[in-house]
Structures are given as C-alpha cells and as structure tokens.
C-alpha cells in the first residue's frame, strides 16, 4: 500500500493472494446479483470473495459516491466454532459497499485483516477471534505500508506461532519494501494503454522480481508445507485511486517471463 495525499494518483494498492492451489476460483468480474456493481474475483468454493471494488457513482446500483475497495487477509488467533463459522469472503464485499464490520456477530469469523481503501486512504480492521475479543483499527500512514498475516507491518495483537512463516513474511516485506522505495513511483492513470505503461518499473517487481518461487523473501510463491497441499500465489491485484476513478489490473500467478496476462478489469 502506498499513500502519498499530494500525488497525482494518491492512493496504490498491491493485492497478491495466497492461497492452496488446489482451491477454485474465477477472475475478477460482477459475480453477485445482490450487489450488482461490485466487482471482484469468486472463489468457488464459499462464494466470496478476497478482493471487491466498488466503483461508486450516482446511479441507482452504486452503494456511494466514491470509490472504495475491500482487501482480506487471513490472520491469527482463535478460530471460530464450527458449529456456527461463516465465510470471511462476505467481509469485502459488506466493507466496499460501507456496510459496518463491527455491528456483526465476530464470533462467527475465523481471524482477518480487512483493508478498506479510498482515495483519501486505508484503514486496517483485525480480528484475532475469541470471545470477548475485540475488532481493533488502524489508518495506515502517508507512505509505503506492508500488511501481512500477522497484521500491519506484521504487528497484529495476535501472530503467527510458527517462526518459519514469521521469517518468510519477514523476508518478504523488507525485500519488496526496499525495491519499491527504490524505484519511481507510477502515476497509474485509468486511462493507460496497458499494465506496463500504468504501472512503469513498479510492474516488474510486482510479477515477482526474477525470484524463484521457493525463496524466502519470495512475492510470488509456491511452498510445500508438508501435509501434501501446496501453498502459493493465484493471482495479482493492482489497484490506483486518483481523482479520475480507479483503476485494476489484475493478472494470474505465477507469469512466465514475458507473459501478457495482465488486463484491466472494467468497473
């Protein structure tokens, strides 16, 4: 996430999901009849989604008047009972449309962090679960913000016990950190050719960085954890608000070297 409040497109988001690559998904798209303007990607087995956008607008199908988008991330802490567990899936597509997450029963989650994005900037709700647990809140700062599993710059309340993931989420945000400070930021305008021209040096990076998918500090992965499922990166979300809308870019993972599979999502 990158919040720079003078720029001409102030506000950046990267989405990467990670995800067992068995699990069954489709591309970004208006998949819901109940809230026809959100677009997101479906996954297919619970029917909701890990990213919504709601473009905004004044007609008689735009929840507001501008544009907001949703981002889950799974987290840490106690589960919910399985009894009584809901999909987390919901949770974008409530938050893009402004629907308040703290009115729900949270008990019935299992532990997230939501980032809801504007173009004025983002705001991190996280929940670890539990009874008499609590939904706390955080507006991220001006500047480049890593949210990870384990909360904004990986310091959720409740964290991961395994120090494997903890080293690779570690190695992963200070590498991707440094190589985007190092590099200019895009001015992603909705009206851009192609990916490559919205998006500039920052492009190459978010494909991956020429790293192999098992290295720690990885992007786009692929890890084998062993149970037998396997762990890695489906998809790729690039999201800019400025004060001309919003533009996505979406794209599967992992690419091969010069692989056009970046398009841009219509809104």
Do not use: K
Not at 80 to 90: D, F, N, P
Not at 131 to 144: F, K, M, Q, V, W
């Amino acid at each position: 996430m990158s919040i720079e409040p003078s720029a001409a497109v102030p506000v950046l988001l990267l989405s990467v999901r990670d995800e067992y690559t068995g699990r069954r998904w489709s591309p970004p798209g208006h998949h819901w009849p109940a809230q026809p303007s959100a677009v997101g990607g479906l996954d297919l087995v619970a029917g909701g989604t890990w990213l919504a956008v709601e473009p905004g607008g004044t007609g008689p199908d735009a929840p507001a008047a501008e544009p907001v988008a949703a981002c889950l991330l799974n987290g840490f802490g106690t589960p919910a009972s399985e009894t009584a567990r809901l999909s987390r899936g919901e949770l974008p597509l409530l938050a893009a449309r402004g629907g308040r997450i703290d009115t729900l029963d949270l008990d019935r989650y299992d532990p997230f962090h939501l980032v809801v994005v504007r173009p004025d900037g983002a705001r991190v709700l996280s929940w670890g679960g539990g009874n008499g647990g609590r939904l706390a809140e955080l507006d991220l700062p001006t500047g480049l913000s890593v949210v990870l599993n384990d909360g904004p710059e990986g310091l959720a309340e409740n964290r991961t016990a395994s120090e494997r993931i903890r080293l690779l989420m570690a190695a992963r945000a200070a590498h991707f950190r440094a190589r985007f400070e190092a590099e200019p930021r895009p001015r992603p305008l909705p009206g851009a050719a192609t990916a490559d021209e919205a998006w500039g040096t920052w492009l190459p990076i978010v494909t991956g960085d020429g790293l192999p998918l098992d290295a720690p500090e990885a992007l786009i992965q692929r890890r084998e954890f062993g149970d037998g499922r396997i762990w890695g990166s489906s998809s790729i979300s690039l999201l800019a608000f400025g004060p001309e809308g919003v533009r996505y870019d979406f794209a599967p993972a992992p690419m091969a070297p010069g692989d056009a599979a970046w398009r841009q999502v219509e809104l």
